[in-house]
């Protein structure tokens, strides 16, 4: 296990310096099980194109053809389907090794206390909950959700274990420890046939040149009002919420732009408009979502148990 730590790497056999990586296998199942790169990308909150030259680096290290690609999607091939199977049985393994307790012979149980932000409970955690209680079921999680002050105040009391939260807000860094799990890469969010869609890159006095819609949970407002103030420009807020759900129906019917998350990216509206996204000329901070406990606090083995599996769940994401 220490070896995944350091490296998410596999050497191929006979294949000196060529190396297959725990990310290409986690992007290559997911493109095989939705049958499409779009929608594999979502799921993982990652670009289409990362997805793409994942299998692409795949096919060239493995020297065959994995998938083959048509108007639908992809589908796999004869070897495609081969992989699967071995891609499947190594995150499945990979899985196992993060299951062994580090106590020899002794099954981790206990309740771990965790806080999580906003946005960490509703676009990262359920995914990677359901997982981790078939991992560890004599481990319980109890979930407590609040605003990233209080979470920090929980962890220095001790009414909190560890939090899952938006490390890139943290402010109690000399008092807490933290690790960050994923990076997520702000960027612009267009409603369907918006003239900007023109451009591959978009600079942020282009932004501000249209009426934008400014979600502030999670201390979002904030966040942005940090880069925006690094440049002469300043956006056309018309309205500000604390519903994701909200900008993205909004900036789906045109009301305005925003800039905001992969993460919490999704191409459709509740209502069934599309949205696109286009990079951003300008420097933007990304948002981590990573782990905080009280420093110089051993986690109970139950804690370490859900930090080890996080990491591992999230390797290569960022």
């Excluded at 249209?210 to 979002?220: C, H, Q």
């Excluded at 979502?289 to 990491?311: D, I, K, Q, S, Y």
Aim: neutral net charge; glycine residues 6%; charged residues 20%.
């Amino acid at each position: 296990m220490a070896a995944f730590e350091k490296s998410d790497t596999l050497e191929r056999s006979g294949a000196p310096g060529m190396t297959i990586s725990l990310k290409q296998i986690r992007y290559f199942i997911a493109a095989a099980e939705s049958g499409r790169i779009s929608q594999a990308a979502v799921e993982l909150n990652v670009s289409q194109s990362a997805v793409t030259a994942a299998v692409q680096q795949l096919e060239a290290l493995l020297g065959v053809r994995l998938f083959e690609r048509h108007a639908a999607g992809v589908a796999l091939t004869r070897e495609g389907s081969r992989f699967l199977l071995h891609g499947r049985n190594i995150m499945a393994a990979v899985a196992e090794a993060v299951r062994e307790p580090r106590a020899a012979g002794a099954a981790v149980a206990g309740t771990v206390r965790v806080g999580v932000t906003y946005t960490v409970a509703g676009y990262f955690l359920p995914r990677h909950h359901a997982r981790f209680a078939s991992s560890f079921p004599c481990v319980t999680l109890s979930l407590h959700e609040a605003p990233r002050d209080v979470i920090e105040q929980g962890l220095l009391d001790g009414a909190l274990d560890v939090a899952v939260m938006l490390v890139s807000n943290l402010q109690a860094r000399e008092a807490l420890a933290c690790e960050t799990l994923i990076r997520s890469r702000r960027r612009l969010w267009l409603p369907a046939e918006h003239p900007l869609l023109r451009e591959d890159r978009v600079g942020l006095a282009e932004v501000a040149r249209n009426p934008y819609i400014l979600l502030t949970v999670d201390e979002a407002g904030h966040t942005a009002g940090r880069y925006w103030a690094l440049t002469p420009h300043r956006p056309e807020v018309i309205f500000r919420t604390s519903s994701v759900e909200s900008v993205r129906s909004m900036v789906a019917a045109g009301m305005g732009v925003t800039i905001l998350s992969d993460l919490v990216y999704r191409p459709w509206s509740l209502e069934g408009q599309r949205l696109e996204r286009r990079e951003l000329a300008d420097e933007v901070p990304t948002m981590d979502v990573g782990l905080a406990w009280r420093a110089e606090t051993e986690l109970t083995p139950a804690a370490r148990a859900f930090r080890e599996f996080l990491n591992l769940a999230c390797a290569g994401q960022g």
